[in-house]
Every structure is written in C-alpha cells, then in structure tokens.
C-alpha cells in the first residue's frame, strides 16, 4: 500500500518561499490506478517525484506498506527506488549504445536479483510486441516502440509501483494509443499500483480514479 499524509512542497526563491503542493493525501492499494492532470507548472512531477522517493516532501509522511523510505540511509534508499519503483518518463532514456534487451534489463544490473532476469525481459518484450527486435538499437526503433522498450525496462524489476510522467507526451496519436493500451493492460496482469501524470484527456480518462492538480492541492474528479 502507499499511502501520503499532508505532503507539503516548497522552494527557496529569491523573493521568499514557493509552495508547489499543499495537504496532499493519498492512498493506494496494490492493483489500483490513477491518473493526475493539471496545468503546465502545478508540482505533478514534483508530486510524482516524491511518490518515487525521488525527492523529499518538505513536510509530511510517505509510506510504502506502512514504513517511511525516507528514513532509510542513501544505500537503502537506492534499493528502495531500484526494486520497489518504475518509472516511465515523456523521454524514453534509452541507451543509444545498448540493444533492446539490454536497455530492459538495465535495472537489474544495478542490483542483480535472483532467478533468470534476461528471461523475464524477453517475456516483458514479448508482452510489448517487441520481441523480435530484442538486438536492435534505439536509433532502429519509432518513438512508440521505444517507449515501449521504456514500459519493460518498468516492469523488468516486477516492482510495485509503476510511477509514469507523460508516457504518451512525444508520441502521434496512434501510437500514444498502443503505449496506453499496453500500460494499462500491463498493470491489470500484474497488479502494480499505477499512477499516471499526463496532458492527455484521453488517456486520463481511462482510470476508474482521476484527480487534478491545481493551486497545488490535489482534487478528486
């Protein structure tokens, strides 16, 4: 379960203190979804990125099954991320010198994990319809495909939580599309929890629970 308590967000600026997030509070069970929208500059990476323990709240709790990964030290703190969180971001990051395959199981190279991790990112590849291009270079694949590539690079940890920051941001419409419908079905099957910032109306509007982000308090709708 991951659970956020009265999450405040601010910056030092020049002219004094900027609130970006204000009483966010937030609950998730495993296998539940949602998605967040909400104007250019409203906090939603910010938000995104403390839910990925990417970065601290200023104040307030985040839980991930009852226990705060901020207070683990820097070591545990990287585990955390690299085996509990994935994250799919606008720009796919892929590696241009590393092959399909290789850019999937990236992840585990971090921390190596038991059992045949090159298995399970073949399957992942299946599963995205990119299985015949395994040995291909980035530079070989369209920007859905590549996207695609970045969805398996998510799961190859079988983490649990799916953290994705406009997923469809840089992609046409049919293949903003196909990348949705993989990441929705990809979630169903594996019961992560999925949370979703995007511009997108489309895509947002295919969650059961749908919040926006304004003034930077976190809404219901």
């Known amino acids: 379960m991951l659970e956020i308590r009265e999450i405040f967000k601010q910056y030092s600026t020049p002219t004094g203190l900027l609130t970006v997030l204000s009483e966010i509070?937030?609950?998730?069970?495993?296998?539940?979804?949602?998605s967040i929208v909400g104007p250019s500059g409203s906090g939603k990476s910010t938000l995104l990125y403390i839910l990925g323990a990417l970065e601290p709240p200023t104040s307030g709790t985040?839980?991930?099954?009852?226990k705060d990964p901020f207070a683990l030290d820097d070591k545990g703190l990287a585990a955390f991320r690299n085996e509990q969180v994935g994250f799919m971001f606008q720009d796919h990051h892929l590696l241009p010198q590393c092959t399909v395959l290789e850019n999937v199981l990236l992840p585990t190279l971090v921390a190596p994990e038991d059992g045949k991790p090159k298995r399970r990112a073949q399957d992942l590849l299946d599963q995205v319809g990119l299985g015949h291009r395994i040995q291909h270079l980035p530079h070989e694949l369209s920007g859905g495909e590549k996207q695609r590539v970045a969805l398996?690079?998510?799961?190859?940890?079988?983490?649990?939580?799916i953290l994705c920051d406009?997923?469809?941001?840089?992609?046409?419409?049919?293949?903003a599309e196909t990348v949705a419908g993989m990441l929705l079905e990809l979630h169903g099957k594996h019961q992560t929890i999925l949370i979703v910032v995007t511009h997108n109306m489309d895509l947002a509007a295919?969650?059961?629970?749908?919040?926006?982000l304004s003034d930077t308090h976190l809404y219901r709708v």
Not at 152 to 161: D, E, F, G, H, S
Not at 166 to 175: A, I, Q, R, V
Request: proline letters at 5%.
């Open 152 to 161: 398996a690079r998510a799961l190859v940890r079988n983490p649990q939580i």
């Open 166 to 175: 406009e997923p469809t941001g840089n992609l046409d419409h049919e293949s």
């Open 206 to 212: 295919r969650f059961a629970l749908r919040y926006r």
């Open 25 to 34: 509070n937030l609950m998730l069970r495993e296998g539940e979804s949602l």
């Open 62 to 66: 985040v839980l991930f099954n009852g």
